[in-house]
């Protein structure tokens, strides 16, 4: 029977054999088994997007690499190209599902090009702590999901390499999805659905994609000569507590709306359970809208109607805007593509307004 003390060392042993072959493997071995130079290999590992290797080259030397289970130093990598290897992500909420979406694909470009992801939550925070933070890890750069980048010191991102999604800049690239076409697409549904006594809810706070999901509202409703009431505009924070106040203030009215549009799906679902409260059928009494199109949109009855926004889409696109920028690209804001498009998603929160309703309105 063998003594524990004696497994142990076995194991530690065993431990450390594996560890130093894993150390063994270097692009030397990579390119012995690839049949090619070692600075052919050094080219191929390091991603570069100007780096001139044949493509059935560049496919030996990743498969040489993978079946050598070759791991690259990316401490040294760093010493020696002065770099972290590491860029900064800046959310407000990670409580709203659409950002976490956001992350996903923002994590998935950067892993797939060797970096790592610093994750800040701007929520109770204040921005400018942020970036101290990451400044002060020597981010490579930072890409900023709607923290209001017109209101961020120019100091605090010298020297940093910076991507906004959905804030329009003159000065750093970014990517931005169809915003004012969203709120367009949920006015011109519930006008089809017959309804024109419409509400809005949405955040006063200055956010441009607010902003423009608010303007394609009201622009689709003017250009269909229906009059807006300016009453049965609501503002409110862009959470769940937020549509349920704002929810219930126009549940309050003397002439309720007969559907409302709700700025994001948070605000939607909290005005999902007022209704439910004060006893309104959804949609036999109100029609909703929400946007964005997370998960949650689908775990209430009726399902929730809502604009779908490509949010993995967004933080895969900010992901490699700012990887190329890192390699020497240079995207001028002017030259940055078209905003993603959105979709309206058809669920059961949404229904025609009766004809009874419409002679009384």
């Known amino acids: 029977m063998l003594d524990k003390r004696c497994v142990l060392i076995r194991i530690s042993t065993v431990a450390k054999q594996t560890a130093t072959a894993a150390i063994r493997v270097t692009t030397h071995d990579v390119a012995a088994r690839a049949g090619v130079s070692q600075p052919t290999v050094s ?64 994590q998935r470009v950067a892993v797939e090009e060797g970096y790592a992801v610093l994750l800040c939550e701007q929520r109770g925070t204040s921005i400018d702590r942020h970036l101290d933070a990451l400044r002060a890890r020597q981010v490579d750069g930072v890409i900023l999901d709607a923290a209001g980048a017109s209101s961020i010191p120019e100091e605090l991102l010298d020297g940093i390499n910076v991507v906004l999604i959905d804030q329009p800049s003159q000065r750093w690239p970014g990517v931005a999805s169809d915003a004012e076409g969203a709120g367009r697409l949920a006015a011109e549904h519930l006008l089809r659905l017959g309804h024109r006594r419409l509400a809005f809810i949405g955040p006063s706070a200055d956010v441009h994609t607010f902003r423009m999901r608010e303007r394609g509202f009201t622009r689709a409703i003017r250009a269909a000569a229906v009059q807006i009431e300016s009453e049965l505009f609501r503002r409110a924070p862009a959470t769940i507590g937020g549509g349920h106040a704002a929810m219930r203030a126009l549940l309050a009215q003397p002439s309720r709306p007969s559907a409302v549009f709700c700025a994001n799906d948070l605000l939607a679902l909290g005005a999902y359970k007022a209704c439910a409260q004060a006893g309104v059928s959804i949609p036999a009494d109100i029609s909703l809208v929400g946007c964005d199109d997370i998960e949650f949109s689908q775990l209430v009855t009726p399902e929730l109607t809502t604009v779908s926004i490509p949010a993995r889409e967004l933080g895969a696109r900010a992901a490699r805007l700012l990887v190329r920028a890192l390699a020497g690209e240079v995207t001028p804001p002017s030259q940055q593509g078209r905003p993603l498009p959105v979709r309206l998603v058809v669920r059961g929160s949404t229904a025609r307004l009766p004809d009874s309703a419409r002679s009384s309105r």
């Open 43 to 106: 080219l191929v590992l390091s991603r570069n997007p100007t780096a001139r290797v044949a493509p059935d080259t560049r496919e030996r030397v990743l498969r040489a690499a993978e079946e050598l289970g070759y791991r690259p130093n990316v401490v040294a990598r760093s010493l020696v190209r002065r770099r972290s290897y590491a860029i900064g992500l800046v959310v407000p909420d990670l409580d709203n599902q659409f950002f976490a979406h956001v992350v996903s694909g923002a």
